[in-house]
T-cell receptor
């Protein structure tokens, strides 16, 4: 079975400071990992994904995420936060091993609040 | 990136009526679409997986007769909430799987806010 944990319900950061939104995962095989962002009353927007290759993945809006296999983590980062980054962020994992579930599993979401 | 649309974006209906929500992949063909329900400040709850030309696969606890899903073509899936009640009020989001080579990514629609009075 696959699972995703986002340990923080909310992350607060001052504008201009670096931000990190944490995600850890558990899968039986090698993972596909995703980050999505959701603005109020909107659907989810794809930010970035890790399939294979470089552990540091760059995505939309200046976000990046680092895949760490030993720590089973895929934390989302941005060097300098903007107030407009305030939103709900979801991490998702899909097991790509033989017999792995086709459907991604989502974390419960982390609300990012960037203060002016 | 791939675009997924939903219609309507917002609907208000009376208790006992049925509501149909459409999900379309605008610039790609999606063999698989997913329907989610999201409660306020909560994560996504997968309701069902919709495959083109076959019956949808429902998650445990989701009533098939209550939430009818039809995937008539590779670009369209519909969710019909039958005999809606106030407890069905929620934010419904669809997603479609976009394949590039052997890699896949889910792209989400903008969501439909349903309010049942």
């Amino acid at each position: 079975a696959q699972s995703v944990a986002q340990p923080e319900d909310q992350v607060n950061v001052a504008e201009g400071n670096p931000l990190t939104v944490k995600c850890t995962y558990s899968v039986s095989g090698n993972p596909y990992l995703f980050w999505y962002v959701q603005y109020p009353n909107r659907g989810l927007q794809f930010l970035l994904k890790y399939i294979t290759g470089d552990n540091l993945v760059k995505g939309s809006y200046g976000f990046e995420a680092e895949f760490n296999k030993s720590q089973t983590s895929f934390h989302l980062k941005k060097p300098s936060a903007l107030v407009s980054d305030s939103a709900l962020y979801f991490c998702a994992v899909r097991d790509r091993g033989p017999g792995g579930s086709y459907i991604p599993t989502f974390g419960r979401g982390t609300s990012l609040i960037v203060h002016p | 990136g791939a675009v997924v649309s939903q219609h309507p974006s917002r609907v208000i209906c009376k208790s006992g009526t049925s509501v149909k929500i459409e999900c379309r992949s605008l610039d790609f063909q999606a063999t698989t679409m997913f329907w989610y329900r999201q409660f306020p400040k909560k994560s996504l709850m997968l309701m069902a997986t919709s495959n083109e030309g076959s019956k949808a696969t429902y998650e445990q606890g989701v009533e098939k007769d209550k939430f009818l899903i039809n995937h008539a073509s590779l670009t369209l899936s519909t969710l019909t909430v039958t005999s809606a009640h106030p407890e069905d009020s929620s934010f419904y989001i669809c997603s479609a799987t976009y394949m590039t080579g052997n890699q896949e990514t889910q792209y989400f629609g903008p969501g439909t806010r349903l309010l049942v009075l």
